[in-house]
């Protein structure tokens, strides 16, 4: 133990006789190490905020949307899903925990002069808990609601603040359409949903309002005409969407084939499309392994060529030291004892990059949000033309990152110290001494 001890002492000293060329050295093994934790880290954030995203739209719901079909295909009966889909879902697939009947149409929402335009949702109670949507004030729509087919609306955030700026919306009147609706409750914010790849399409439930879809089917039919300038369209559909929730995870895959079945045989156009979540995020993850693979392998790449500049420092460090190895020899130092000390100085520059890599790979997330924010202040208008996943995604340290990191790197200097070791040992003593 006192020898080894020794021998790493001496080859600290060694080391620092040329401060500068070890720095270097230790340098490229600490970009190493660093970029394997800050690369792991960001493909790991990454990954974890597309898999939130799918997770949001439920592991246990099952999504079924209407498509609008080519002008030639639409038929003046309609299209996509209907109210029968609904009702025959509900009567023939028994895994079914529960289902929610949605249909969304574009209106123009008005108080007094105040107008507003944004998305009507008519919708059942259980839609909330499905969008994740929680009252700020008052309540959402109820099952009296809907038997009654009640004239009540429930605000997002942005339609309360833009129609009552001033006071308390609850209980007052809006017009949507030539109706009125008494509101009901006021929504809190809530984020954006992200477009899952094209399968489901990005929505912004700041401009909603809610009614119940019983309401909405006396009071505003199937036919939605928009009229623009040059354009006159007419759409008939029943439902823009129906989302399934299956009353067990395990079953939500058995469940999608009987659903597509079921719809399938009732429908002649290409007028819906089914999404399901646990097969979006059962391939994020997959997706997500092979992304944080692929930025370990570059990572990696940046370890080897720190293990090649020590190997290239210590040859170095073999020819300049050739009369010292001489000496040694002559003193009667053996062949192990020169391969010991070269080695030992070669994991000492290892092991230091890795622990100021460790270090530095620790720092990853608040210098890359303490970055991003500064971004934000000095480049707003660019940084807002970006993603909402590159603006808000946070990498998330990942701990079998460290230790790895640190290993590969001890391991690199070792493999890559133990040639230069073997031939200073290997030196011939008397050919050594006569070296000047």
Same mark, same amino acid.
């Given at each position: ?70 002008? /030639? ?39 007094? %002069? ?22 700020? #004030? ?16 429930? =605000? ?18 809006? #017009? ?10 006021? +929504? ?15 929505? /912004? ?13 006396? &009071? ?6 928009? #009229? ?46 089914? %999404?399901? @979540? =646990? ?10 392994? +092979?992304? +944080? ?62 622990? =100021? ?25 660019? +940084?807002?033309? =970006? @993603?909402?996943?590159?603006? %808000? ?29 073997? &031939? ?13």
């Amino acid at each position: 133990m006192a020898r080894w001890w020794r021998t790493l002492k001496l080859s600290i000293k060694s080391l620092l006789l040329h401060p500068l060329r070890s720095a270097l050295t230790v340098l490229g093994i600490f970009i190493g190490v660093a970029g394997v934790i800050w690369l792991l880290s960001i493909g790991e954030g990454i990954g974890r905020a597309a898999e939130e995203q799918i997770a949001g739209l439920g592991a246990r719901n099952i999504i079924v949307r209407t498509i609008k079909p080519s002008a /030639d295909e639409v038929q003046d009966a309609g299209y996509g899903l209907t109210r029968d889909d609904y009702i025959r879902l509900l009567a023939t697939v028994p895994t079914i925990d529960k289902a929610i009947p949605i249909r969304e149409v574009s209106r123009e929402f008005r108080n007094g %002069t105040r107008k507003f335009e944004g998305r009507c949702v008519g919708c059942t109670p259980d839609y909330a808990e499905v969008a994740r949507l929680e009252p700020k #004030m008052g309540r959402f729509l109820s099952d009296g609601d809907l038997i009654n087919q009640s004239n009540y609306c429930v =605000l997002a955030a942005e339609t309360a603040d833009r129609l009552f700026p001033f006071g308390d919306p609850i209980g007052q009147k809006i #017009m949507v359409d030539e109706h009125f609706f008494v509101v009901i409750g006021v +929504m809190k914010s809530r984020a954006p949903s992200a477009g899952i790849g094209g399968s489901v399409a990005a929505e /912004d439930f700041s401009r909603d309002v809610y009614i119940p879809i019983t309401t909405m089917e006396t &009071r505003m039919g199937d036919m939605e005409v928009v #009229m623009k300038p040059g354009q006159f369209q007419r759409d008939l559909k029943e439902l823009s969407q129906i989302t399934i929730q299956v009353k067990d995870r395990d079953l939500v895959l058995p469940t999608v084939d009987v659903v597509r079945d079921t719809i399938a045989r009732n429908h002649t156009l290409a007028d819906y499309g089914v %999404t399901v @979540p =646990l097969e979006l995020l059962q391939q994020a993850q997959t997706t997500r392994l +092979m992304f +944080m693979l692929f930025l370990g392998l570059i990572a990696a790449v940046s370890l080897v060529v720190g293990g090649i500049g020590i190997m290239n420092i210590m040859l170095a460090t073999v020819t300049e030291r050739t009369r010292e190895i001489g000496i040694r020899r002559a003193l009667g130092a053996k062949r192990r004892d020169i391969t010991q000390q070269f080695l030992a100085e070669a994991v000492v520059l290892s092991v230091v990059g890795g622990l =100021l890599g460790i270090v530095g790979g620790l720092l990853c997330r608040p210098i890359s949000i303490l970055i991003r924010g500064r971004l934000l202040d000095w480049f707003p208008e660019q +940084m807002s033309t =970006l @993603p909402e996943i590159v603006r %808000t995604v946070e990498p998330m340290m990942v701990s079998w990152s460290i230790p790895l990191a640190f290993a590969i790197s001890v391991i690199v200097g070792v493999t890559f110290g133990v040639y230069p070791a073997i &031939r200073a040992a290997q030196l011939d003593p008397i050919e050594a001494l006569r070296h000047e």
